[in-house]
């Protein structure tokens, strides 16, 4: 949790505690809307007029929806936590995951006796009425284990008590909660009484949690807390600590955790904060990357979770909230995220503001705690009233069910956003996203790979103030206009119902990655009517597909690719009849550099704060005769990275392209020699690092 002081009536946490919390949150959330605010300049409104060309490409697949997809915090200050009206209303929403028992007090928290030492316990809020609740909505419990003030015998006693002695089926668990925040980083909103904050005592110790709890119940998951990719404090490195956090935890816990935990609040503005949805892709991307690289063996099994989210500026109970949240939901969802909680049920009034010609109460709470101001002169609206982000839940529900398969979608209108599934039915959904306060976007929506009924689709929307969505079965299946600060969710039916095609194949893999070429592999699908007579392969370039070969096997090289590129690729499976398969779950890889090159570069990160570093750049030169003048160019992969300033070289950047050339001083490298040159970088979202280097046009080997 990143606030501290929107409790409502009641103080929730001592003064003293209090002010501590809000005061690492404003530290942190100035360093990160600092940095986001680098490079991403909200579109003006006044390029609303033109109309809008959405793509819904059913070739490109995405992650599937599962299970515990949509959740929300519950937190055991809430005095109607329990009560049928909010299990009632959660479950209308389509509620799918409860998490328990409410951000940093899951590290002051004990179970057993249900007390939080130096917080507010309301009556009713224990974690059988709890569980009580999640079975009346329908959905899973997410639960936090004691790290700040309890032990793995605690956690263990807690996982017999929930899954041996009330046979409830808990099935994850975190260790913790943004125990980052314990100090070591200099900010200290998080409880940690452990004598060591740093992250090797912390992975060490979630090692010791995961056995202890795994003894008891061996089908439990547990999860470790990392940090979200460009959030603070991603890429700090303190003290004697061998990594960063995410790299130590990783390096330690990997082998024993099934998923990670992180969370994201963007910070700024409604209109700074609604664009950053654009950073979610390579956030999961480089969060990815990390597991990878660093938890181990089989690394691939661990699950990331997102249970925490929220706008955290303007608009926290007006129309923002709901068009962030299911902006996010879906991005992070189609990335491949298996749950993502709003922070969260109900938190309390703060600082009354009009929005979009709202009332906005900046509470984080989906539902009203009905509290008012100190002073009595605002109060929210009665108990239970849902709040806009209740809305943006409840069309999340509508739009995405479980075992829909995402599929790419997009706008050319930054203001506009676009998501689309594949049901098992035939249908296709499409959630747009109005982000403009003042205008209307007549939208044209393009299909590919699936034919639209000439019928009207069902329609569920969700506008400015509105206290319900409005369903109907009107206009067409490619053109809508979309009213200002709106959500609207086309269900399409098919022209024709589908019979016999073949299966999906299944997960591919990639393998012989160069800088040109990758042999894919993946599962066979299953026959349907017909024999499979091939196999397509699909790169996803935007929301168009460009086929990169076909086989009638179950391995395709593939060549002619960009050095450095990210390919995200799909396999679908044609029969002799000519029906087609769902498309596969997605690959994503990157190539790789020569590995033998007139030239080398490494590219070093060697001090990080959150929103700028400084980087190092070797240049080696493996040709047999001297480089008598060079320049280095590359490219960053997201328009949010820029150099700041440079040394030893002259440094230029336009847009996203760098070019670096020599001084006086270093213009010649001899054979087999090196020079190195500097720069202080900035970043507004996740620093994906350039992934390749050209030396006087010469494609470099990277070091």
Sequence with gaps: MRTSNRYGVRPLVPPLLRSRRRGAALAAGLLLATGALTGVNPPSVSAA?????????????????????????????????????????????????????????????????????????????????????????GAQPMIIANYGTGTPQEAADWVRYANVTKGYGARYWTVGNENYGNGHYGADWEADHHPDKSPTYYANLVVEYADAMKAVDPTIKVGAVLTMPANWPDGLTAGDDPGPWNQTVLSIAGPKIDFVDVHWYPGGSAAESLPRTSHITDAVHLLRQQITRYAGPNAARIGISLTEVNVTSSGMTSQPAALFLADAYSGLLASGVFTVHWWNVRNGIGTVSTVAGQTDYNDFGMLSSGTCT???????????????????????????????????????????????????????????????????????????????????????????????????????????????????????????????????????????????????????????????????????????????????????????????????????????????????????????????????????????????????????????????????????????QQVSSGWSANWEQVGTAVRVTNTDDNRRIPAGGSTSAGFVGEYGGPNVPPTAFRLNGTLCTIL
């Design 374 to 640: 100190p002073d009595g002169s605002v109060c929210e609206p009665p108990a239970d009233t849902p709040f806009a982000s209740y809305y943006g839940m409840s069309m999340m529900s509508l739009f995405a069910t479980t075992g829909d398969q995402f599929i790419r979608a997009g706008s050319d209108q930054p203001l506009v956003g676009a998501h689309a599934v594949r049901r098992a039915n035939g249908e296709v959904a499409v959630l747009l996203v109005n982000k403009d306060p003042d205008n209307a976007y007549p939208v044209t929506i393009d299909y590919a790979g699936f034919a639209p009924s000439t019928g009207a689709p069902t329609v569920h929307t969700h506008t400015n103030g509105a206290t319900a969505i409005a369903t109907s079965r009107t206009g067409s299946a490619t053109s809508r206009t979309l009213p200002p600060y709106s959500l609207t969710t086309l269900v399409v039916r098919p022209a024709a119902t589908a019979t016999g095609q073949p299966g999906a194949p299944g997960q591919p893999s990639a393998g012989d990655i160069t800088e040109r070429a990758a042999t894919i592999s993946w599962p066979a699908a299953t026959r349907g009517a017909s024999p499979i007579a091939k196999y397509e392969v699909y790169r996803q370039h935007g929301a168009v597909s460009e086929q990169l070969g076909e086989t009638a096997g179950t391995t395709l090289t593939v060549d002619n690719l960009e050095p450095g590129g990210r390919y995200t690729v799909n396999v679908l499976a044609r029969d002799t009849a000519g029906r087609v398969s769902w498309a596969s779950p997605p690959l994503t890889f990157t190539t790789g550099s020569p590995a033998t090159s007139a030239c080398g570069v490494r590219f070093t990160n060697t001090t990080d704060w959150g929103n700028g570093y400084v980087a190092n750049v070797d240049i080696v030169n493996n040709a047999t005769a001297p480089v008598d003048g060079w320049t280095l160019t590359w490219t960053w992969p997201t328009t949010w």
């Design 49 to 137: 007029a033109a109309p809008v060309t959405v793509t819904v490409n059913a070739r490109a697949g995405l992650a599937t929806m599962p299970d515990t997809a949509l959740g929300v915090n519950h937190a055991i200050w809430d005095s109607r936590l329990g009560t049928t009206e909010t299990s009632d209303l959660l479950r209308e929403a389509g509620v799918q995951m409860l998490r328990y028992p409410g951000g940093s007090y899951a590290d002051i928290y004990h179970w057993a006796d249900h007390t939080a030492p130096g917080g507010y316990v309301a009556p009713n809020t224990d974690f059988d009425t709890f569980m009580a609740g999640v079975r009346r909505t």
